[in-house]
């Protein structure tokens, strides 16, 4: 009878290739046979190199510092990238500041006690690589990316690397050391990542290779998991196509939002409704693409109804083209709704949003799709969506929980690039602060405080 391994682990998997690794050291370290070449595998590298980087422990403020963290040997599909940039993700401010009241994706559970390397995903140089890497060569200039893609998992193999099973393999049992403190402390990447740090430790199924000579700071913004998240919900077509032409509305205008909204630009879209609390996001979004900008505040309980209207289109009438369905759904509502809102972690310095916990942004997100249209959310929330029965029976509203927005990091992120090349996706504006390694809990203060768009740590 099939049954489930026993005992598997992303930690045993990465632990075999490791054993696989020290077999091969002696053949590796002769030089680069005929045939590992004609794979493109490089020997093992053997390194005890020291590097700075910030590593949490424990809990509260104060619980990420600076730290000299000695590099164990590199082995099996294991990836060392020098950094040239991380962006500094909302999604971690609680791990990084130490702050208690973060939603899902703030600490992750059974790790607490570790020494993690902050951050997920950035952009850099390969400086080694395992001998069982294929992907990348020394050299490369790559994206780390927040979301894996095996190539050969459940989800992978049916074009859902967004959801890639590596995915969740992060808790504590399955993360394995790659350096060490002073003291001897074992040190981990989080979620097999790392960012922060001069050198990302991580492994081959996170690493895409992108071809470019961009600045840091653009590649570095372009390649960051909000833009990713943001792009993808907009272009890559996995969870939801966007004809030229259509309707979209963004709720919430942070960098992955602001990323959507310019997504939605280039896939042609004809209105794009950007709706923020803050002043400074609505106006970033009609500088990036958006046609309407919409104040929740201001709007209160009017939100849905503003957003079926501007999404009207020429003709209510039937016969003709018309969308309007009237009655207890005037107006029309948007094709593709992206929600980027998320929860505030804290009380931000410049205007609040109607609801902290990000829920009522969530069902608003909903209610404001078309008949036939489609929701995508990506934001992390506390509790639970209500939305109207009604609606959700035969409303023709179709939903994604949107994981990096669908993208596909192989296909997709050399894709982006691609746009940051051809002038059509604009990082200047969201990239509003960039700070060496010394600044980036500061930075991460500001971005804590939705003071800044995002920050950029580069090095
Ligand atoms: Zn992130
Ligand atoms: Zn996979």
């Given at each position: 009878?099939?049954?489930?391994?026993?005992?598997?682990?992303?930690?045993?998997?990465?632990?075999?290739?490791?054993?696989?690794?020290?077999?091969?050291?002696?053949?590796?370290?002769?030089?680069?046979?005929?045939?590992?070449?004609?794979?493109?595998?490089?020997?093992?590298?053997?390194?005890?190199?020291?590097?700075?980087?910030?590593?949490?422990?424990?809990?509260?403020?104060?619980?990420?510092?600076?730290?000299?963290?000695?590099?164990?040997?590199?082995?099996?599909?294991?990836?060392?990238?020098?950094?040239?940039?991380?962006?500094?993700?909302?999604?971690?401010?609680?791990?990084?500041?130490?702050?208690?009241?973060?939603?899902?994706?703030?600490?992750?559970?059974?790790?607490?006690?570790?020494?993690?390397?902050?951050?997920?995903?950035?952009?850099?140089?390969?400086?080694?690589?395992?001998?069982?890497?294929?992907?990348?060569?020394?050299?490369?200039?790559?994206?780390?990316?927040?979301?894996?893609?095996?190539?050969?998992?459940?989800?992978?193999?049916?074009?859902?690397?967004?959801?890639?099973?590596?995915?969740?393999?992060?808790?504590?049992?399955?993360?394995?050391?790659?350096?060490?403190?002073?003291?001897?402390?074992?040190?981990?990447?989080?979620?097999?990542?790392?960012?922060?740090?001069?050198?990302?430790?991580?492994?081959?199924?996170?690493?895409?290779?992108?071809?470019?000579?961009?600045?840091?700071?653009?590649?570095?913004?372009?390649?960051?998991?909000?833009?990713?998240?943001?792009?993808?919900?907009?272009?890559?077509?996995?969870?939801?196509?966007?004809?030229?032409?259509s309707a979209v509305a963004v709720v919430g205008c942070?960098?992955?939002g602001?990323?959507a909204v310019?997504?939605a630009?280039?896939?042609?879209a004809s209105t794009i409704i950007g709706i923020d609390p803050?002043?400074?996001?609505r106006?970033?979004a009609?500088?990036?693409?958006a046609t309407h900008v919409l104040d929740p505040n201001v709007e209160g309980d009017r939100l849905i109804e503003r957003v079926r209207a501007l999404t009207a289109g020429?003709?209510?009438?039937?016969?003709?083209?018309?969308r309007d369905s009237?009655?207890?759904r005037s107006g029309a509502g948007a094709d593709l709704v992206v929600e980027a809102a998320?929860?505030?972690?804290?009380?931000?310095?410049?205007?609040?949003?109607p609801?902290?916990?990000?829920?009522l942004p969530m069902q608003q997100a909903y209610q404001m799709a078309s008949a036939g249209g489609h929701v995508?959310?990506?934001?992390?929330?506390?509790?639970?969506?209500?939305?109207?029965?009604?609606l959700?029976?035969?409303g023709?509203v179709?939903?994604?929980?949107?994981?990096?927005?669908?993208?596909?990091?192989?296909?997709?992120?050399?894709?982006?690039?691609?746009?940051?090349?051809?002038?059509?996706?604009?990082?200047?504006?969201?990239?509003?602060?960039?700070?060496?390694?010394?600044?980036?809990?500061?930075?991460?203060?500001?971005?804590?405080?939705?003071?800044?768009?995002?920050?950029?740590?580069?090095?």
């Amino acid at each position: 009878m099939p049954s489930r391994t026993p005992g598997f682990s992303r930690r045993g998997l990465l632990k075999k290739g490791a054993a696989a690794a020290a077999a091969g050291a002696g053949l590796a370290a002769a030089g680069r046979t005929e045939a590992s070449a004609a794979q493109g595998q490089a020997p093992a590298v053997v390194t005890g190199r020291t590097f700075r980087a910030w590593v949490s422990r424990g809990s509260g403020p104060g619980r990420t510092t600076l730290q000299d963290v000695k590099m164990r040997p590199v082995t099996g599909r294991m990836v060392v990238v020098r950094t040239e940039a991380t962006n500094l993700c909302y999604s971690n401010v609680g791990a990084v500041l130490g702050i208690q009241a973060a939603p899902p994706g703030g600490t992750l559970a059974g790790t607490d006690s570790m020494a993690l390397i902050q951050g997920h995903g950035g952009i850099g140089v390969v400086e080694a690589v395992g001998p069982e890497v294929r992907r990348v060569q020394v050299g490369d200039r790559v994206c780390v990316s927040g979301t894996p893609q095996c190539g050969s998992c459940y989800h992978c193999l049916r074009g859902r690397a967004d959801i890639c099973q590596l995915l969740g393999r992060n808790l504590a049992s399955d993360l394995i050391p790659v350096a060490d403190l002073r003291d001897g402390t074992p040190v981990y990447s989080n979620s097999h990542i790392g960012g922060l740090g001069e050198l990302m430790i991580s492994w081959e199924e996170w690493i895409v290779p992108v071809v470019s000579k961009a600045s840091n700071v653009d590649l570095g913004m372009v390649c960051s998991c909000v833009s990713v998240a943001g792009l993808g919900a907009t272009t890559s077509g996995t969870l939801a196509t966007l004809a030229p032409g259509s309707a979209v509305a963004v709720v919430g205008c942070g960098p992955l939002g602001l990323s959507a909204v310019q997504g939605a630009r280039i896939a042609g879209a004809s209105t794009i409704i950007g709706i923020d609390p803050i002043r400074a996001r609505r106006d970033v979004a009609m500088k990036v693409g958006a046609t309407h900008v919409l104040d929740p505040n201001v709007e209160g309980d009017r939100l849905i109804e503003r957003v079926r209207a501007l999404t009207a289109g020429p003709t209510n009438r039937p016969w003709s083209g018309g969308r309007d369905s009237g009655g207890r759904r005037s107006g029309a509502g948007a094709d593709l709704v992206v929600e980027a809102a998320g929860a505030e972690f804290v009380r931000p310095k410049l205007e609040q949003g109607p609801d902290p916990s990000g829920i009522l942004p969530m069902q608003q997100a909903y209610q404001m799709a078309s008949a036939g249209g489609h929701v995508i959310t990506t934001g992390l929330v506390r509790g639970t969506i209500a939305l109207p029965a009604f609606l959700f029976a035969i409303g023709g509203v179709t939903h994604s929980g949107g994981q990096a927005g669908g993208a596909n990091p192989m296909r997709d992120i050399p894709r982006f690039v691609e746009m940051l090349h051809a002038g059509r996706y604009d990082t200047k504006p969201l990239a509003t602060r960039v700070v060496g390694l010394r600044d980036v809990l500061d930075a991460y203060e500001e971005v804590a405080y939705r003071v800044t768009i995002t920050a950029l740590m580069v090095l």
